[in-house]
Nanobody, 121 residues
């Protein structure tokens, strides 16, 4: 059974920092892409940050320069460092594992249950 368990969410003041963690079990993250997505009320889920197996990163425009994604293959975990947070960062944050299923590179998405981040002024 594959499980992604996020932690580290909570209340944070505007301009503050927060670190989200995602512990993965049932699959090794090494060799696969990982990422963080978020969904605010009434909005679609959007990419926050992605990290390929090769180390390439991608970020949503609204978080570039403020957030950083990282991984620890030995701990089978993914992290999101959130700096200078803003009220518009308020959302449920989801951890994602893009599991490579064949040699052609097709992937299957695994998701965590989400962790709430609320930024207040």
């Amino acid at each position: 059974q594959v499980q992604l368990v996020e932690s580290g969410g909570g209340l944070v003041r505007d301009g503050g920092s927060l670190t989200l963690s995602c512990a993965v079990s049932g699959r090794r993250i090494s060799g696969n892409g990982v990422g963080w997505y978020r969904q605010a009320p009434g909005k679609q889920r959007e990419l926050v940050a992605g990290l390929s197996s090769g180390g390439s990163t991608s970020y949503g425009d609204s978080v570039k320069g403020r957030f950083a994604i990282s991984r620890d293959n030995a701990k089978n975990s993914v992290y999101l460092q959130m700096n200078n947070v803003k009220p518009e960062d308020t959302a449920v944050y989801y951890c994602n594992l893009k599991w490579v299923v064949n040699v052609e590179g097709a992937t299957y998405d695994y998701w965590g249950q989400g962790t709430q981040v609320t930024v207040f002024k």
